[in-house]
Every structure is written in C-alpha cells, then in structure tokens.
C-alpha cells in the first residue's frame, strides 16, 4: 500500500507514517483533513480509530470516508 501511494502522489513528496490507528504519533488538533479509506470494517476497535482521527483534527477540520464497496 505504501508503494500504491507513493505511485499515486507523483512528483509530491509526501511523508508516510506507519502505525497503529488506535495511537497515532502525532500532536492533538493538527491536520486539516483525515481520509479513512476502507479500514473501519477491518478494524475490531474501529470506535478508537474514530477517537484518535477526531483528537489529531484541527477545529473546523474534516474527515473524508470512503467504505469498501460490495459490488
């Protein structure tokens, strides 16, 4: 996935984290937006998920998500 994403982002560079979704190593109320792209449904504490995506969410921020699609 990281590879996928790197390919996607072309010549931006952008920095790639990898951790727990539960404990996300970053200060509260940072970023302006947070995508969450099919990963709550495989997730066994998604509410915490949701928790740490709504603490590091600046004020006025917004958080995109994107479910699987069962086509």
Known sequence: ???KLRTKSGSQ???VVIGEGGELPFRSHVFD???IARLLY???DWR???REASRVLAV???TLTR???HH
């Open 48 to 50: 915490q998920i949701l």
């Open 13 to 15: 560079n952008l920095p």
């Open 67 to 69: 479910r699987q699609s």
């Open 42 to 44: 495989l997730t066994k």
């Open 33 to 35: 937006a947070i995508l």
């Open 1 to 3: 996935m990281v590879g």
């Open 60 to 62: 006025g921020g917004v």
